[in-house]
């Protein structure tokens, strides 16, 4: 199991900043193949909002091109979502994924294929 940790969030004004961080809670964790920022509002379906892949691609959703912008630690195995110009249809709970991660272990290395998520962490944008 991989423990996703997220900081950040809360409640901004439109037009204003917030920055969201997540860290995988885990030593033994030395590559993961892409980590992402998705989100859900209320009525909605979760979708992505930003990834960034261990090759240094990073792809953004149409919504927040041009305002948000992600980053990587890969020495911390963390990643970071600067969100500016805020508008109030960016509210919602946000959620850190991983996806393909390698770890090692007692008996060698081990890629673990599935995606893993954080608890969520909501911002909400309002005037």
């Known amino acids: 199991q991989v423990q996703l940790v997220e900081s950040g969030g809360g409640l901004a004004q439109p037009g204003g900043s917030l920055r969201l961080s997540c860290a995988a809670a885990s030593e033994r964790i030395f590559n993961i193949n892409v980590m992402a920022w998705y989100r859900q509002a209320p009525g909605n379906q979760r979708e992505l909002v930003a990834a960034?892949?261990?090759?240094?691609?990073?792809n953004y959703a149409d919504s927040v091109m041009g305002r948000f912008t992600i980053a990587r630690d890969s020495a911390k195995n963390s990643v970071y979502l600067q969100m500016n110009s805020l508008e109030p249809g960016d509210t919602g709970v946000y959620y850190c994924?991983?996806?393909?991660?390698?770890?090692?272990?007692?008996?060698?290395?081990?890629?673990?294929?599935?995606?893993?998520w954080g608890q969520g962490t909501q911002v909400t944008v309002s005037s």
């Open positions: 960034f892949s261990r090759t240094g691609s990073t």
């Open positions: 994924n991983a996806h393909g991660i390698w770890y090692t272990s007692d008996t060698g290395n081990i890629f673990d294929n599935h995606g893993y």
